[in-house]
C-alpha cells in the first residue's frame, strides 16, 4: 500500500507478518482504515492537539485540559522527565512527542505509528527532538537504550482479534520482552489500555455487569445485544483489535517488569467519549462530506455503544506504570 493511500477496510482479515511468519498484530490495511480513512472525521472532534485517546479528567475541564494532563501523567509516571531518549508506541498524531520535548526536557522522543497519514502530519510539524517512523513495535530496533517506554491505547492493536487468551498472552509478552530489551536497567514503562472487565471479553458482553440483576429473558436480549454491536463496532470501526484484561497484561510482564502502579479510570473514559459523540453529532454533516454519511453514523454508533459499555463496567480504562527489572 503506497503512504497516504486512504481506503475503507473492505472486511477481509490481511494480517501482517514479521521473521518466520511471526504474527505482527493488526494490519496495515486495518490501521489505515481506522486512522487514515475515519481519521478525516476524527480530526474534527479530538481537538487542536489531536489527541485519539482517552483523557484525564477534573472538574469544570475541558476535552483539550483533560488531554494535556493525560500525557503530562504518563511522562511523570514514567519519569521520562529531563530524560536523554524516549518511546512513544502508538505515537498517533505526535502530541505526547511534542509534549515531552516541549515541556518535559526530553533531548530526543521517538514515536512508532503504523498510520501514514497520521506520521506525516507530526513529520510536518518540524518538532525539534522528535523522530517519527512508520513501524510496527515488532520491527523497532533502537539506536540506543530508552530511558522511558509509553504506549497509549495501543496495546488493543497488538494481539488482533484473535479469541484465545494464551495466544493474546504470547503476543503482549512479545511486545514486553521487546520494551525490555529497549529499555535501560531500572527504565519505566507507562500503559493506557481499554480492558475488559477481569472475567474475559465474552461474559463481558454477555452477563450482567456486578450489581446489575436482570430477568432471565432481558439478560439474554442484553447479552445478544451487546455482542451484536460489539461485533458491529469491531467490523466497521475497529477491525482487527482486541481489548486485553488487566490479568493478561500482568501475566505477559511477569519476571521482565516489576508493577508500580495500577490505576482503573473508567469515568476518564465516559468523559472522554461524551465529549466526543457531542463533537461528531455537530459535525456530521461536515463528516459525511469526508467519508460519506454511513462511516459517520458508524462511528457514531460505535461511540455511543462503548459509552454503555464503559457506564454499565463491561470494559474499564487502565493506566499501568511498570519498572524494568
Same mark, same amino acid.
Given at each position: 500500500?503506497?503512504? $497516504?493511500?486512504?481506503?475503507?477496510?473492505?472486511?477481509?482479515?490481511?494480517?501482517d507478518?514479521? %521473521?518466520?511468519g511471526?504474527?505482527?498484530?493488526?494490519?496495515?490495511?486495518?490501521?489505515?482504515?481506522?486512522? #487514515?480513512?475515519?481519521?478525516?472525521?476524527y480530526?474534527?472532534?479530538?481537538?487542536?492537539?489531536l489527541?485519539?485517546?482517552y483523557?484525564?479528567?477534573?472538574?469544570?475541564?475541558?476535552?483539550?485540559?483533560?488531554?494535556?494532563?493525560?500525557?503530562? *501523567?504518563?511522562?511523570?509516571?514514567?519519569?521520562?522527565?529531563?530524560?536523554?531518549?524516549?518511546?512513544?508506541?502508538?505515537?498517533?498524531?505526535?502530541?505526547?512527542?511534542?509534549?515531552?520535548?516541549?515541556?518535559?526536557?526530553?533531548?530526543?522522543?521517538?514515536? @512508532?505509528?503504523?498510520?501514514?497519514?497520521?506520521?506525516?502530519?507530526?513529520? #510536518?510539524?518540524?518538532?525539534?527532538?522528535?523522530?517519527?517512523?512508520?513501524?510496527?513495535?515488532?520491527? *523497532?530496533?533502537?539506536?540506543?537504550?530508552?530511558?522511558?517506554?509509553?504506549? /497509549?491505547?495501543?496495546v488493543?492493536?497488538?494481539a488482533?482479534?484473535?479469541?484465545?487468551? &494464551?495466544?493474546?498472552?504470547?503476543?503482549?509478552?512479545?511486545?514486553?520482552e521487546?520494551? *525490555?530489551?529497549?529499555l535501560?536497567?531500572?527504565?519505566?514503562? &507507562? /500503559?493506557?489500555?481499554?480492558?475488559?472487565?477481569?472475567?474475559?471479553?465474552?461474559?463481558?458482553?454477555?452477563?450482567?455487569? %456486578?450489581? *446489575?440483576?436482570?430477568? $432471565?429473558?432481558?439478560?439474554?436480549?442484553?447479552?445478544?445485544?451487546?455482542?451484536?454491536?460489539?461485533?458491529?463496532?469491531?467490523?466497521?470501526?475497529?477491525?482487527?483489535?482486541? @481489548?486485553?484484561?488487566?490479568?493478561?497484561?500482568?501475566?505477559?510482564?511477569?519476571?521482565?517488569?516489576?508493577?508500580?502502579?495500577?490505576?482503573?479510570?473508567?469515568?476518564? $473514559?465516559?468523559?472522554?467519549?461524551?465529549?466526543?459523540?457531542?463533537?461528531?453529532?455537530?459535525?456530521?454533516?461536515?463528516? %459525511?462530506g469526508?467519508?460519506?454519511?454511513?462511516?459517520?453514523?458508524?462511528?457514531? &454508533?460505535?461511540?455511543?455503544?462503548?459509552?454503555?459499555?464503559?457506564?454499565?463496567?463491561?470494559?474499564?480504562?487502565?493506566r499501568?506504570?511498570?519498572?524494568? @527489572?
Open positions: 500500500m503506497e503512504s $497516504g493511500t486512504k481506503t475503507a477496510y473492505n472486511g477481509t482479515r490481511a494480517t507478518r514479521g %521473521a518466520k511471526a504474527y505482527k498484530g493488526t494490519s496495515t490495511r486495518a490501521i489505515v482504515h481506522q486512522y #487514515d480513512y475515519l481519521g478525516d472525521f480530526q474534527l472532534l479530538l481537538g487542536e492537539r489527541v485519539y485517546s483523557g484525564m479528567w477534573e472538574d469544570g475541564d475541558t476535552l483539550e485540559k483533560a488531554q494535556l494532563r493525560k500525557l503530562d *501523567h504518563h511522562a511523570e509516571a514514567a519519569r521520562a522527565t529531563g530524560a536523554a531518549r524516549v518511546l512513544d508506541v502508538g505515537c498517533g498524531y505526535g502530541s505526547l512527542l511534542q509534549r515531552l520535548v516541549e515541556d518535559h526536557g526530553v533531548k530526543h522522543a521517538v514515536g @512508532l505509528n503504523m498510520s501514514p497519514t497520521q506520521t506525516a502530519w507530526a513529520r #510536518d510539524q518540524n518538532w525539534p527532538g522528535c523522530e517519527v517512523r512508520v513501524e510496527n513495535w515488532f520491527d *523497532h530496533r533502537p539506536e540506543a537504550p530508552y530511558d522511558a517506554i509509553i504506549a /497509549i491505547e495501543a488493543e492493536h497488538f488482533g482479534n484473535t479469541l484465545w487468551r &494464551s495466544k493474546r498472552v504470547a503476543r503482549y509478552r512479545q511486545f514486553f521487546r520494551s *525490555h530489551a529497549w535501560r536497567p531500572g527504565g519505566r514503562m &507507562s /500503559i493506557q489500555a481499554n480492558a475488559w472487565d477481569d472475567r474475559g471479553w465474552l461474559p463481558s458482553l454477555v452477563l450482567p455487569p %456486578a450489581g *446489575h440483576r436482570r430477568p $432471565g429473558a432481558a439478560a439474554l436480549y442484553d447479552g445478544a445485544r451487546n455482542v451484536w454491536e460489539g461485533w458491529q463496532a469491531s467490523r466497521k470501526v475497529y477491525p482487527e483489535t482486541c @481489548l486485553p484484561t488487566l490479568s493478561e497484561l500482568n501475566e505477559a510482564s511477569s519476571g521482565l517488569f516489576r508493577l508500580i502502579e495500577t490505576r482503573r479510570d473508567p469515568q476518564d $473514559g465516559v468523559a472522554t467519549v461524551t465529549a466526543w459523540t457531542q463533537r461528531a453529532e455537530a459535525n456530521r454533516q461536515r463528516g %459525511a469526508l467519508i460519506g454519511a454511513k462511516a459517520v453514523s458508524d462511528v457514531i &454508533s460505535e461511540q455511543r455503544t462503548a459509552l454503555r459499555f464503559l457506564r454499565e463496567g463491561r470494559f474499564t480504562l487502565i499501568l506504570v511498570l519498572e524494568r @527489572l
